[in-house]
């Protein structure tokens, strides 16, 4: 009890005065931290104790408190650590589930795939939708007697994953020449007809979203009402450069934003696909045209201090914005590291200067 106040003491300590939400939700936790957590080991689910039988039905039937962030009394809600000695097993239902530790090993492999099942659920929002668009984990902490059941679960999940599927410059070149085309129009062709799809920032049918959750954007806010040329109507990031960024008014620039979460899919040589953080749009000093910016913001001072992977993706973005440059789309890609500030990058983009 003692380590649990500490560290939310220490947490508490670190914030600004921009996490009013969190620090709320926090010296709630510290002002009773029993409230934190619920649960019952030993006794059976008919014990006739009125705290444990409205643990139980909470655990078992109050979905909807559970995912809350606010009380029905408007305090927030801080109950976030459930023990129960069978609550896997019977039929329980919670989609925001990220961690399941357990303190035993099950027995059939029934009951463990049933156990794991309840935190392989998609999450929902604070308003009930799911979160389809953004990579969670599930943290499954078991003892070693389960890890060959583990390994055997992920490959099994991994060898069910649809396989990307190419078409070979050969093949193009075929159906190409049967069709009296060069392979370069019928893959123009293709491309054009391919689903627009719905993004982050708009509909299938390509038309803006009035709305978009902050939680794309960032996770802090910064009080105020931003400028006209920034693209939403509050000021979300997740560190102090995002945070400079956001609020610096920058004469040369026409609109700007945080890119949301997983929006961009850039292929990286790590596996995976990697999205950029800021996208500018510039006015040249002649007026006349409009440069396109994308950043990558790197709160460390340098190089040196990135890790190999972060490195590797900023790598990838690079080529694939040159690539983009040279089949006739405008857009510049920029790393930003440390102090440097975004209205140096901007000039130096509109000199010509390159990294």
């Known amino acids: 009890m003692i380590a649990k106040k500490e560290q939310i003491e220490k947490t508490i300590a670190s914030l600004d005065e921009h996490d009013v939400e969190y620090k709320e939700y926090l010296e709630a936790s510290l002002a009773d931290i029993s409230a934190c957590h619920a649960g019952y080991f030993s006794q059976d689910n008919s014990d006739s104790d009125e705290d444990i039988a409205n643990e139980v039905d909470v655990i078992l039937h109050g979905k909807k408190q559970l995912l809350s962030f606010i009380n029905e009394d408007d305090s927030p809600n801080t109950l976030r650590f459930l023990f129960s000695k069978w609550t896997l097993k019977e039929g329980w239902d919670n989609p925001n589930v990220f961690t399941i530790a357990k ?51 992920v490959d099994q999940i991994n060898g069910e994953l649809p396989q990307a599927t190419t078409i070979s410059e050969e093949k193009l070149e075929a159906v190409a020449k049967k069709l009296g085309k060069t392979s370069d129009d019928l893959f123009d062709e293709l ?21 978009i959750s902050q939680g794309r954007i960032g996770t802090k806010l910064v009080p105020g009402t931003p400028s006209n040329k920034y693209l939403y109507d509050a000021y979300a990031y997740d560190s102090p ?104 990058i901007i000039n130096e983009v509109m000199r010509g200067i390159h990294e």
């Open 103 to 153: 303190l035993r090993s099950s027995g059939s492999e029934n009951s463990k795939l049933q156990e794991v099942g309840r935190g392989l659920r998609l999450p929902v929002d604070e308003n009930g939708n799911r979160i389809s668009n953004e990579e969670f984990t599930l943290n499954y902490i078991v003892d070693f007697t389960e890890a060959d059941f583990a390994q055997k679960l």
């Open 191 to 211: 491309y054009d007809k391919a689903p627009l799809g719905a993004t982050a920032l708009t509909y299938a049918d390509g038309t803006v979203r009035s709305e």
């Open 241 to 344: 450069l995002e945070k400079d960024n956001i609020t610096a008014d920058i004469e040369e620039v026409i609109v700007y934003g945080k890119i949301p979460r997983s929006s961009i899919a850039i292929p990286t040589i790590t596996g995976g696909m990697y999205s950029p953080d800021f996208m500018y749009v510039v006015k040249h000093t002649n007026g006349d045209k409009e440069l396109n910016i994308i950043v990558e913001t790197k709160d460390v001072e340098n190089k040196t201090d990135l890790r190999g992977t972060e490195k590797a993706k900023i790598d990838c973005a690079r080529v694939f914005f040159d690539m983009l440059t040279a089949d006739g789309y405008t857009v510049q890609f920029r790393d930003q590291l440390g102090n440097k500030q975004m209205a140096q």
